[in-house]
């Protein structure tokens, strides 16, 4: 389930994607440790204690590597990475 954040501008979300990369923040799991935002701020921000996915990424220039990374940074297992590697 794709979750928005109400208030943010631009939209944040929980779901983003694409060029055959996916990724997904659980909010049941984030706890606002701001792992990711301070491994990969182009992508992650944290609003509100929870992670959240930016709009307006070029997906096609992503760092796929970096993504696994902040997915195994996560002390809580909150972010899931979907990409052509795996
Ligand atoms: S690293 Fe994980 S727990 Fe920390 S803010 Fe990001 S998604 Fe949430």
Redesign the pocket.
Same mark, same amino acid.
């Given at each position: 389930m794709v979750t928005s954040e109400p208030t943010a501008t631009p939209p944040l979300a929980t779901d983003g994607g694409g060029n055959e990369i996916a990724v997904h $923040?659980?909010h049941g799991?984030?706890?606002?440790?701001?792992? =990711?935002?301070r491994?990969y701020p182009d992508i992650?921000v $944290?609003n509100r204690?929870?992670?959240w996915i930016k709009s307006g990424i070029e997906w096609a220039s992503a760092d796929v590597a970096l993504l696994k990374e $902040?997915e195994s940074? =996560?002390?809580?297992?909150?972010?899931e990475v979907e990409a052509p590697a795996d």
């Amino acid at each position: 389930m794709v979750t928005s954040e109400p208030t943010a501008t631009p939209p944040l979300a929980t779901d983003g994607g694409g060029n055959e990369i996916a990724v997904h $923040v659980d909010h049941g799991m984030c706890s606002g440790t701001r792992n =990711c935002e301070r491994y990969y701020p182009d992508i992650f921000v $944290v609003n509100r204690d929870k992670a959240w996915i930016k709009s307006g990424i070029e997906w096609a220039s992503a760092d796929v590597a970096l993504l696994k990374e $902040v997915e195994s940074a =996560c002390p809580w297992a909150a972010i899931e990475v979907e990409a052509p590697a795996d």
